[in-house]
């Protein structure tokens, strides 16, 4: 049996990660967060409650569980806050990465690291893992020092880049655009949309599959990891409407200019999704495919 640690467990990757691990009698289970433990769906698993601040009492508890993997799903995402909020952006998503890796490689653990599309410019997208990054804000380029952390700290990694992430879990803190579109359509209030910036969406449950996968085929290095349909954003709006039978005539197109936001997005990103395809055997959903997984893993 494998001994995981899954780390930011409160979050929306993290508490679907520990709902899933705890199912497969492959893991044993470990879950830390800052505060008190919101996942209230899974049974069977081992809280600590711990503070990026306090990098001494984090290293007694992994040197105690002695895990075969750590995941790393605790990241500031916020783009405009990280913009804004840079020095605590750093803490967050570089210095603390740079702490994990340190303990990790002291006990020999292998770290599994989120990382993001926003670490390209979106200029000549979609992307392979071996493409130049040239991050557009502080959130992308604070992710890419981390990834630079964890390929020079460590031997034992892998480092997962993902798409604009959605789902839901207990507790969230922070909503994703699937929730926040289905509940203003819901109540028939008008909203806009980008039509000018791309992405391919990731359902959270790809996600941790992409995780699992790893650890399961002892996979190691960078892959790309999304669902497998390129969307403008706007698009991906329309899909949701239809999916749950909302009118279209809500959602009203507009470009990014008009947003004034204050961390510049990439236009147009993506992933060629074949080395995770060819190496972990992952197997990405259409945007509907993905919808539908998701309403039915929420009943």
Not at 43 to 54: A, Q, R, T, V
Not at 104 to 132: A, M, V, W
Not at 139 to 163: C, D, H, M, P
């Amino acid at each position: 049996m494998l001994k995981v640690v899954v780390i930011g467990s409160n979050g929306l990757l993290g508490q679907t990660l520990v709902n899933k691990l705890v199912k497969n009698d492959d893991f044993e289970v470990f879950a830390m967060a800052h505060g008190a433990n919101r996942n209230k769906g899974a049974i069977e698993f081992s809280y600590h409650e711990i503070s990026i601040d306090d990098n001494s009492h984090i290293k007694i508890l992994l040197k105690e569980i002695a895990p075969d993997y750590v995941i790393n799903a605790l990241a500031m995402t916020n783009v405009d806050a990280c913009e804004v909020e840079q020095e605590t952006c750093y803490d967050i998503n570089v210095r603390f990465v740079e702490d994990l890796t340190k303990i990790c490689k002291s006990i020999n653990s292998f770290l599994i690291h989120i990382s993001t599309d926003f670490i390209f410019d979106g200029e000549h997208g979609p992307y392979k893992e071996t493409d130049r990054p040239n991050p557009l804000n502080y959130y992308g380029e604070s992710k890419l020092l981390a990834e630079k952390v964890v390929q020079e700290n460590l031997k034992s990694y892998a480092i997962l880049r993902t798409i604009l992430v959605y789902g839901k879990v207990d507790g969230m803190k922070r909503s994703n655009i699937l929730l926040w579109l289905k509940g203003a359509l819901a109540k028939g209030e008008k909203v806009t949309i980008v039509n000018d910036q791309f992405r391919m969406p990731t359902y959270v449950g790809s996600l941790a599959d992409a995780c699992i996968l790893v650890m399961q085929k002892k996979a190691a290095g960078i892959y790309h990891i999304s669902d497998d349909e390129f969307l403008s954003i706007y698009d991906m709006a329309l899909q949701i409407a239809d999916f749950y039978k909302f009118s279209k005539d809500l959602i009203h197109p507009i470009s990014t200019s008009i947003l004034n936001q204050k961390a510049k997005r990439p236009s147009k990103t993506g992933f060629d999704l074949s080395k995770a395809k060819i190496e972990l055997g992952f197997k990405p959903l259409t945007f509907k495919e993905a919808l539908t997984r998701f309403e039915n893993e929420l009943t």
